[in-house]
T-cell receptor, first 115, second 116 residues
Framework: GAVVSQHPSWVICKSGTSVKIECRSLDFQATTMFWYRQFPKQSLMLMATSNEGSKATYEQGVEKDKFLINHASLTLSTLTVTSAHPEDSSFYIC???????????FGPGTRLTVT | KQEVTQIPAALSVPEGENLVLNCSFT??????LQWFRQDPGKGLTSLLL?????REQTSGRLNASLDKSSGRSTLYIAASQPGDSATYLCAVLLFAGGTSYGKLTFGQGTILTVHP
């Protein structure tokens, strides 16, 4: 199957700093990518839908100014957590949708810890 | 609003047993349905994708069926192994034109434990 990578796999940062997470589709082009957040023992929560060349669509309750998403190419989307706080600590997972099957492939996730 | 339910929430079986995981959804106007596996602390691995026009898909020991009219899908795992232990998630994508098109709706998952 297709491969989606995320970098970094884990990151520790201090409160008030910003962190950027990269999501790449390695062997296919993805016009649409997604960013999810997952808390321990819970299901995935969709944060935003990212379309190449246009602004991301954020889910209700997700602060767009805090979670900046950029989808500059057909193989790369980035999520920047700005002014991170301990409550932003979580597991962030991206996914990319292949066409024409619309099968969705997920990255391995990024563990963010804000101290 | 599409709702996806998975039964059972947890399942523990001895190695070698055949098992069935169930998934039901409320809106039958789906584009496709995917079954995923998630290991602790990892991302999701796509197991099987069934398009709305298909009735089943097979990959190795896995077989997934889809009955769109009744809003049900099952994932059949043959000859289970300890390495199959994981959380299994089903997710549906609504058909184009639906207000939620483009976003997967996930079930809560079934936690599978296969013991030696």
């Amino acid at each position: 199957g297709a491969v989606v990578s995320q970098h970094p796999s884990w990151v520790i940062c201090k409160s008030g700093t910003s962190v950027k997470i990269e999501c790449r589709s390695l062997d296919f082009q993805a016009t649409t990518m997604f960013w999810y957040r997952q808390f321990p023992k819970q299901s995935l929560m969709l944060m935003a839908t990212s379309n190449e060349g246009s602004k991301a669509t954020y889910e209700q309750g997700v602060e767009k100014d805090k979670f900046l998403i950029n989808h500059a190419s057909l193989t790369l989307s980035t999520l920047t957590v700005t002014s991170a706080h301990p409550e932003d600590s979580s597991f962030y997972i991206c996914s990319a949708r292949a066409t024409p099957s619309y099968e969705q492939y997920f990255g391995p996730g990024t563990r963010l810890t804000v101290t | 609003k599409q709702e996806v339910t998975q039964i059972p929430a947890a399942l523990s079986v001895p190695e070698g047993e055949n098992l069935v995981l169930n998934c039901s959804f409320t809106d039958s106007a789906i584009y496709n349905l995917q079954w995923f596996r998630q290991d602790p602390g990892k991302g999701l691995t796509s197991l099987l994708l069934i398009q709305s026009s298909q009735r089943e898909q097979t990959s190795g020991r896995l077989n997934a069926s889809l009955d769109k009219s009744s809003g049900r899908s099952t994932l059949y795992i043959a000859a289970s192994q300890p390495g199959d232990s994981a959380t299994y998630l089903c997710a549906v994508l609504l058909f184009a034109g639906g207000t939620s098109y483009g976003k997967l709706t996930f079930g809560q998952g079934t936690i599978l434990t296969v013991h030696p």
